[in-house]
Nanobody, 119 residues
Framework: QVQLVESGGGLVQAGESLRLSCTASGSISDINFMGWYRQAPGKQRELVAVFTKGGTTNYGDSVKGRFTISGDNAKNTVYLQMSSLKPEDTAVYYC?????????????WGQGTQVTVSS
């Protein structure tokens, strides 16, 4: 089992920055990657950014160049630094962790944190 606790959402104006944090606990040694997805009203959940155990990052096209994902292994925490925010970034942001042991995979999700960007 893995537990994810998110923090850092809020209301900002367009062009401003915000940082999200996600701390994992539990069976964290088998987490292959952690990252962030988001879901806006009426839309499907989409990739924002992921950070693999080996340090590789991957970003959704809409956030490339504006968002940066990073990790602190000592704190079991992944951060999402969001800059130059746009109203279309408004969504609930979910932290995720993919746990793999042998042939078993489990996806874990945080409770979500609201990010609202006003124009």
């Amino acid at each position: 089992q893995v537990q994810l606790v998110e923090s850092g959402g809020g209301l900002v104006q367009a062009g401003e920055s915000l940082r999200l944090s996600c701390t994992a606990s539990g069976s964290i040694s088998d987490i292959n990657f952690m990252g962030w997805y988001r879901q806006a009203p009426g839309k499907q959940r989409e990739l924002v950014a992921v950070f693999t155990k080996g340090g590789t990052t991957n970003y959704g096209d809409s956030v490339k160049g504006r968002f940066t994902i990073s990790g602190d292994n000592a704190k079991n925490t992944v951060y999402l630094q969001m800059s130059s925010l746009k109203p279309e970034d408004t969504a609930v942001y979910y932290c995720c962790a993919v746990w793999v042991r042998g042939g078993t995979r489990a996806d874990y999700w945080g409770q979500g944190t609201q990010v609202t960007v006003s124009s």
